[in-house]
């Protein structure tokens, strides 16, 4: 790939002495997965014999997925981190990782703290950088992520059933919460008090990928997905795929300290409309509920039952504890509809 | 990935109903090595069992690899070209692809012709694109190329040994005249005649990825790349990952009658340091002459043998038809080192 085009007279010059510094490390988290890292044309992945391949692709742009002033090292790791959350969707396991990055400039203060964070989550996972590109240009950052799974195994949007229950992962609604305060909303800062503010920030900046979750999930859920654009229009997805409704419990949803401290109006639109959450929305029958707690110790990762899926195709509800139809209010993020 | 997150309620609205009017095809080239293509999180390839994974990932940016006015379906071919060339230089075959595009704004009508430049390259080496990302942002294209090679019999740089042939296979130097025109570049202008010029034109904006050669070669070839920046820069790399030298000899390397017509300085300077040909360098025993002769004839690609490897670790040298070294002026294309 273009990132081995060093000149072999100028080691330490331009692009690719930067490459070499930041990203090109000696030791792979995991080898026997990697036949062939960093500096040919291609990278050689050895996946486990007759696994299936999971895939994904994730575009970082600046202004539009990240504020400019945004932590280098906190980037690095969410740059990642939005990608190896597809493959906890799925119940796959992080194989390897390219990242393709245009940079202003060769910033070597910039970089070293992007590839820090970067790494330290990739290691975390045994997720090794295997190969990408370098280029001049508005800063962009696109990574591409492989993961394995067994032939069947990975959970799919289209396989929730009339009578699943519902269930998300951890604590959805604290991004959102982070990024009105960043916005200076004046709701967000008249509500969220001053030490609740660093853990709501981190959640935006360094969101968890449900890695260990997901491949517990997998023979016990039946569909699922990771929540980047908000629960009730990620839900959509799979009601769509599905050809299922769903019913979700209002007084369910999991609510940390700052979020109860909400109005009503905006816990609602932190909770249903989020964005950014990174936590995994799935069903499963109500036959799985044993297992899917133990699942849940097994990965470390709480899990809420917050609804159910139902047989009327399209149909989303919201209702709350008198059992009455609440209003579900906004839409989920669209990057072109404004 | 993050195609997916069209909302139920607006099915051809915004980024969605863009993402499903350009790439969303119902018929895939390919289906038996795509298990789940665009639509979830993650895309499902299904590689041959016991087969390694090629990957390689190329980021376009507007104004660095291409003209701001460039033809959308020239483009569309050439952003998969440079990625399928990798493959073709490592002797893998074509998997499967993903396609992530950040883009000024959504834009119908040079969406369209993008997209059919892009399938008709897919198309013809059974490519399917199988998942990516669109976002808002300064134009930026980013594909990942996932390719299968069985263990042991990627081409890789570090192969060549000393008294190998050096080969390249059809012509280099036409893209970096087609450069030259486009910039005016007055040597250009005045030696390149007007009927030799759309051919050229051509040569740079689309690329032929030498995919059949590459897989015909494997097995017969140690050491192999694709001459993006330059052949002389990109021998380098074989140089240094193989521990060798390299003679090329000047008289014969091809000339089409459009660089033969070319004073011998500028000559020099299009075939030695042209970029952007995608050809492939390869090296391989003298052994092997007759079935590199027929392994060309069968993936219908010249091939020419334009030098030898040696033992002298890092010495390139040019020699002319009396044998006496010539100057090798200029250097490969970085794009931080001015």
């Avoid at 069947?152 to 269930?167: E, H, I, K, P, V």
């Avoid at 047989?311 to 669209?334: C, H, K, T, V, Y």
Wanted: charged share 20%; hydrophobic share 45%.
């Amino acid at each position: 790939m273009s990132t081995a085009t060093r000149p072999a007279d100028a080691p330490d010059a331009g692009e690719f002495g930067l490459i070499a510094r930041h990203f090109q490390r000696l030791g792979l988290a995991n080898p026997s997965q990697v036949a062939l890292g960093i500096g040919d044309d291609c990278a050689l992945l050895a996946p486990t014999p007759g696994s299936q391949l999971a895939i994904s692709s994730d575009m970082l742009v600046q202004g539009r997925h990240f504020f400019p002033d945004v932590d280098p090292a906190a980037l690095g790791h969410k740059a990642l981190a939005v990608n190896l959350s597809d493959l906890a969707a799925m119940g796959a396991r992080p194989l390897g990782f390219t990242l393709a990055i245009a940079l202003p400039e060769a910033n070597d203060s910039w970089l070293k703290p992007f590839a820090t964070g970067l790494f330290a989550l990739a290691d975390a996972h045994a997720c090794p950088l295997v190969g990408g590109d370098t280029t001049r240009g508005p800063l962009n950052i696109c990574i591409t992520v492989f993961g394995e799974v067994l032939p069947g195994m990975a959970m799919r949007r289209g396989a929730a059933q009339a009578g699943d229950d519902l269930y998300v992962s951890g604590q959805v609604g604290e991004a959102r919460m982070a990024l009105e305060l960043r916005r200076e909303t004046p709701w967000a800062l008249e509500h969220i008090d001053t030490p609740s503010r660093p853990a709501l920030i981190e959640r935006m900046d360094r969101p968890t990928p449900r890695l260990a979750l997901g491949q517990a999930l997998s023979g016990l859920a039946h569909a699922a997905l990771d929540i980047s654009d908000g629960l009730v229009g990620d839900l959509r997805h799979i009601l769509r795929a599905s050809g299922v409704g769903a019913v979700i419990d209002w007084a369910s949803l999991p609510r940390t300290g700052a979020i109860a401290a909400l109005p009503e109006v905006h816990q609602q639109t932190c909770l249903l409309h989020g964005g950014d959450d990174y936590e995994l929305l799935f069903t499963a029958p109500a036959t799985a509920r044993d297992s899917l707690l133990s699942a849940a110790q097994a990965s470390q990762t709480s899990i809420h039952r917050i609804g159910c899926i139902t047989a009327e195709s399209g149909m989303l509800r919201l209702l709350d504890a008198a059992g009455q139809d609440r209003p579900i209010l906004g839409q989920s993020f669209d990057h072109f509809a404004t």
